[in-house]
């Protein structure tokens, strides 16, 4: 079982950044990651995910904006977030597609003013 602990998150003016980390117990090597959020009152939705072998995929929402990224020697992932908006308010959640489970950080939240 890989624990996710993510970091990185809170407030920001719209049109500022911030980076997203997250670090895994165990080794995350040939596991697709990604990050999910989920706004209030809204389900949890695919911000962008990578696979082992770096091939990244992203919401239309964030492309351009985001990036995500990985170094497995550290067993950690990144999400990069320029030209934050305001509906991208939400809990920021790392996930792992394990083997046999699935693996999810408890979340950070970020929140953008306008």
């Known amino acids: 079982q890989v624990q996710l602990v993510e970091s990185g998150g809170g407030l920001v003016q719209a049109g500022g950044s911030l980076r997203l980390s997250c670090a895994a117990s165990?080794?995350?090597?040939?596991?697709?990651m990604g990050w999910y959020r989920q706004a209030p009152g809204k389900q949890r939705e695919r911000v962008a995910t990578?696979?082992?072998?770096?091939?990244?995929d992203y919401a239309d929402s964030v492309k351009s904006r985001f990036t995500i990224s990985r170094d497995n020697a550290r067993n950690a992932v990144y999400m990069q977030m320029n030209s934050l908006k305001p509906e991208d308010t939400a809990v920021y959640f790392c996930?792992?597609?394990?083997?046999?489970?699935?693996?999810w950080g408890q979340g950070t939240q970020v929140t953008v003013s306008s």
């Open positions: 990578i696979t082992g072998r770096g091939s990244t």
């Open positions: 996930y792992g597609q394990g083997t046999l489970n699935d693996y």
């Open positions: 165990g080794s995350i090597f040939n596991i697709k």
